[in-house]
């Protein structure tokens, strides 16, 4: 008979191994699956631990039997409700994914057996401190590039948990009419069960709808943070904690073809919004490094539009009522407080995100400073060695650990090609799960990543600006102290046939 324990573990790993039977690919790199530092293999999942810092039989025992439960109902919604009541979503899933895929490795093909031998052949150049690029010529490309304007509004950064976590308490207390909130993952550890009992009390009062990923509700919640406290009472289940004796409408999104939904906003009282990287839970609060920015003025407007399409997806008449609400639109407000902001999405029909950064790159001549823990993007890698070619200062923050073991080992390799080409290396100490970029003085930061789920195949949404007061408060908050803190890397790193397998592995699936 198989431990507790080894029963969490069998159920996680059986049903991961159906979804890829089912799809060919994973649609999420899983939380919590092993972690590398720069020469030094840790793990960095951990199990639930009892009052003696022991594994928990008793709750690992629980969580796998709602793991099953949840994963049973998840691949039966896949299989046989998702293809009759969102029968759009799920062709265009499995088409945008097989297109993609299938594109993306000729590209990959190309870049690496063609153009980067071809581009390695060309000195680097010094960094010549050129003229940065037009940014008034490139907000009108984007305009062509989207089909739309800017939206308006400002942006206050709130850097790492703590800043994020006492604010957003602090505003679901004082809301007075609604709460949406969209999250990737809303944990069922101590700092998910603050939030959901804030909620529960507040849903008395205000209108409150909660809207997650279904893969990663599966995977995410099964194993909790080392950092948190021991004989912590959790429920097994955080969707059923959330509705019971409260009036929380919560809804887990569809995941055609396990594709997923990474996008993080909460709006209260439709007037403002936080938008960012961090989902509902412990490692964003007191683990991590992360980002998310409070946004105010008429771009909540879209992003609640935005919210309101995806929570009419997940519900009953799926694809019918996305197309009813997408029809009706959204009220275009009157007046134009702040500055241009300009809201970018990811969907499997439009790799907005993608197709913008990649554009950006292109036109920087000065500085391109990026910040993501997961980097498997060949084409973005290849642009950045080209810029550096050209003279642009570009440099890279990456996380000394991470939380994926297949894109910790995909990333070595990654720095090497970075360094072969001239790119400046960081590593930063820990895990940061920022996700941010500046161009030539245009910042665009959210919750992309920059791996093909998403750049390519996941809903993502970020925001992109060309304010100069904006943009330099990202570099006093974020890049700035991040460079400071972070170690540069100058020699390449040891790499072995394991790091060769995990770059496929991350290319084809992350």
Not at 167 to 174: G, K, P, S
Not at 258 to 279: P, Q, R, Y
Not at 393 to 412: C, P, T
Request: hydrophobic letters at 40%.
């Amino acid at each position: 008979m198989l431990k507790p324990t080894h029963l969490a573990d069998t159920v996680y790993l059986a049903l991961l191994a159906a979804s890829v039977l089912l799809t060919g690919c994973s649609s999420m790199g899983q939380p919590g699956t092993g972690g590398e530092r720069f020469g030094l293999d840790e793990p960095l999942a951990t199990p639930q631990m009892g009052s003696l810092g022991k594994p928990d039989p008793a709750r690992n025992l629980t969580r796998s039997s709602t793991t099953l439960e949840s994963g049973a109902g998840l691949i039966g919604k896949t299989l046989l409700v998702d293809p009759l009541i969102r029968p759009f979503s799920t062709i265009k899933a499995l088409y945008g994914a097989t297109i993609k895929s299938t594109g993306g490795f000729i590209d990959r093909t190309l870049i690496e057996q063609v153009r980067f031998p071809r581009l390695e052949r060309r000195p680097i150049p010094d960094v010549t401190n050129g003229n940065p690029m037009d940014l008034a010529a490139w907000e009108r490309q984007l305009d062509d590039m989207t089909g739309k304007a800017a939206s308006r509004g400002t942006i206050r950064f709130l850097v790492d948990g703590e800043t994020y976590f006492d604010r957003l308490r602090q505003v679901l207390i004082e809301a007075e009419e609604s709460i949406d909130m969209r999250t990737y993952i809303f944990d069922n550890d101590d700092v998910a069960l603050e939030i959901a009992d804030l909620l529960r009390d507040k849903s008395s009062k205000v209108d409150i709808r909660i809207l997650v990923d279904g893969l990663a509700d599966l995977f995410a919640t099964r194993r909790d943070s080392s950092s948190m406290p021991v004989d912590v009472e959790l429920p097994p289940s955080i969707s059923s904690y959330l509705t019971d004796a409260s009036r929380i409408q919560f809804r887990k999104q569809s995941n055609p073809w396990f594709t997923g939904d990474h996008v993080k906003i909460t709006i209260v009282d439709e007037d403002l919004a936080f938008l960012g990287g961090m989902n509902i839970g412990r490692e964003y609060r007191y683990d991590w490094h992360d980002l998310m920015m409070e946004v105010e003025g008429p771009v909540v407007t879209q992003l609640r539009h935005e919210f309101d399409l995806a929570w009419a997806k997940s519900g009953m008449f799926g694809d019918l009522a996305w197309f009813a609400t997408a029809f009706e639109g959204y009220p275009q407000p009157d007046s134009t407080p702040g500055y241009p902001l300009r809201v970018l999405s990811t969907t499997i029909h439009d790799s907005e995100i993608y197709r913008v950064q990649v554009a950006a790159i292109r036109r920087a001549r000065n500085h391109i400073y990026i910040e993501n823990a997961y980097f498997s993007d060949d084409k973005i890698l290849f642009e950045l060695a080209r810029a550096r070619r050209r003279g642009v200062d570009v440099r890279v923050i990456l996380a000394e650990e991470g939380d994926s073991g297949i894109l910790n080992l995909s990333n070595r390799k990654t720095i090497n090609t970075m360094l072969r080409n001239g790119i400046r290396v960081y590593i930063y100490p820990g895990m940061t799960h920022l996700k941010a970029a500046i161009y030539d003085g245009w910042a665009c930061l959210g919750s992309a990543n920059f791996d093909k789920l998403s750049l390519q195949i996941n809903r993502e949404i970020n925001l992109g600006t060309s304010h100069r007061a904006t943009v330099n408060s990202l570099m006093e908050q974020v890049f700035y102290p991040d460079f400071a803190v972070s170690t540069e890397l100058y020699e390449p790193v040891q790499l072995g046939a394991r790091h060769h397998i995990a770059e496929v592995i991350a290319d084809e699936i992350f």
